[in-house]
């Protein structure tokens, strides 16, 4: 397993891959933190995302499937404030 910083990074190379479209929007995403030893992840959104109807299926259709994808260690993605 990947040491917590080298996740980090992971973590956020993929998040930044994954921004475009957010930004597209006038949103963006933040990498808060990362649990590694449950996997979870924790993001806080920005701009036109906080409080979109669609934020939610954002989160665990697009940026959790796709951690989850190209990183198996990661379990979960949860929002923060």
Do not use: W, Y
Not at 51 to 72: H, N, S, W, Y
């Amino acid at each position: 397993m990947a040491n917590n910083q080298d996740l980090f990074k992971q973590v956020q190379a993929i998040l930044d891959d994954l921004r475009g479209p957010l930004v597209a929007h006038g949103g963006d995403i933040e990498l808060v933190d990362i649990d590694s030893s449950s996997g979870e992840v924790k993001v806080r959104l920005h701009g036109a995302c906080v409080g979109c109807p669609l934020a939610g299926l954002t989160i665990k259709e697009g940026i959790e499937a796709t951690l989850i994808e190209r990183l198996p260690v990661i379990t979960s993605v949860t929002a923060v404030e």
